[in-house]
């Protein structure tokens, strides 16, 4: 028994979440001791499919006729295409029709988080839909005192200057925004952006603030999962004052490094990450100025340990025990036949090609 890991398009989703979720699934998959092939001509009985692109659907049609299970992830919902790319608020409701008939080519579906479970249940979606982190390796992502130095040496910042981290596509629907007049209202600190859209999918009101940004915010563009890991293990605070997610990968990689977090009060962190316990949630910029302004001043209460916690509820050993009970309830693999979830941690062998 085996899975196909479809990775059909992962050229143009490999710096986003849904790119770094397709390496994890590999990860996971060995951890879970659930074979995995490379080719669709070696045999297989279920085949994961990530995107939503047309040459998914076929990827999928054909594994329907060839009588392989299909396990589509719903990464993507109308809710988080609005606000991201020219014309996306525009064709949001298209979009929320074709990603019905993708996930709907589906035996099974499988999406990060209560909240988008719920959301494709109000599409109308009449498949066995069931909520599985991403899961994150906790192993990787873990505080490091000597990475953080690191980080701070490379991009020449003081060891008591006082650093601002987040991390995404420059979109509006990140907070890219919010996150800009945070640094011009917080001139004493140093502010990073790490990510990189193509300018000419901004709409103009993105591109024209990022034009005219305060001197103390850089956005020093896409980092792979090494560097990024230096810069979280080397901030004061990471700040992700995205408007709508799934789960976000980037925040269970700041909670598993030990970085205090500061994310906008959005339902998606409803049920796993607590306000005043893991993390700390603001509602507009001028709680996001006060929260940020006392994590840095030492003021306020240190949730890193609660909050590297909340990452190992969803690491990749956890989600691997999840995952291997979905496939048995749902009949996928008779897993008598795998191996019991592998104490050791997979290695990440495309980690150099995919981020962010």
Request: some cysteine; proline content about 5%.
């Amino acid at each position: 028994m085996s899975v196909f890991l479809y990775t059909g398009g992962l050229g143009l989703v490999r710096k986003s979440g849904v790119g770094q979720a397709i390496l994890h699934q590999e990860a996971l998959l060995e951890q879970a001791g659930i074979p995995t092939v490379e080719r669709w001509r070696t045999p297989s009985q279920v085949i994961h499919i990530n995107t939503v692109f047309p040459r998914s659907v076929l990827a999928a049609l054909r594994a329907r006729l060839t009588g392989k299970k299909v396990v589509y992830y719903g990464h993507s919902t109308m809710e988080d295409f609005r606000c991201s790319f020219r014309g996306s608020n525009l064709l949001a409701p298209l979009f929320r029709r074709w990603i019905l008939f993708c996930y709907s080519l589906g035996d099974v579906v499988l999406t990060p988080t209560e909240y988008s479970k719920a959301l494709l249940k109000s599409y109308g979606l009449r498949r066995p839909i069931h909520s599985i982190s991403n899961g994150i390796d906790t192993a990787f992502f873990a505080p490091s005192a000597a990475r953080g130095r690191a980080f701070r040496t490379r991009y020449g910042l003081g060891r008591d200057e006082k650093v601002v981290v987040s991390v995404g596509h420059t979109i509006q629907r990140k907070g890219i925004l919010d996150f800009i007049q945070l640094a011009r209202w917080m001139p004493e600190v140093r502010f990073l952006w790490f990510g990189y859209t193509n300018p000419e999918l901004l709409p103009r009101a993105v591109r024209e603030a990022m034009e005219d940004t305060p001197e103390n915010l850089s956005f020093p563009g896409f980092l792979e999962r090494e560097a990024l890991r230096d810069a979280y293990c080397g901030t004061d605070a990471f700040v992700f004052l995205s408007h709508e997610e799934t789960e976000g990968i980037v925040v269970l990689e700041a909670l598993a490094c030990g970085v205090p977090t500061v994310l906008r009060d959005i339902p998606v962190y409803d049920g796993w990450l607590e306000q005043g316990r893991d993390v700390y949630k603001v509602r507009d910029l001028e709680e996001a100025v006060v929260t940020v302004s006392g994590l840095l001043q030492k003021t306020l209460p240190d949730l890193t340990a609660a909050g590297r916690a909340a990452a190992e509820r969803r690491s990749f050993r956890a989600v691997a025990e999840r995952l291997r009970a979905i496939y048995r309830r749902e009949g996928l693999l008779e897993l008598a036949e795998t191996p019991a979830i592998s104490s050791r941690r997979p290695p990440l062998p495309h980690a150099a090609k995919i981020g962010q």
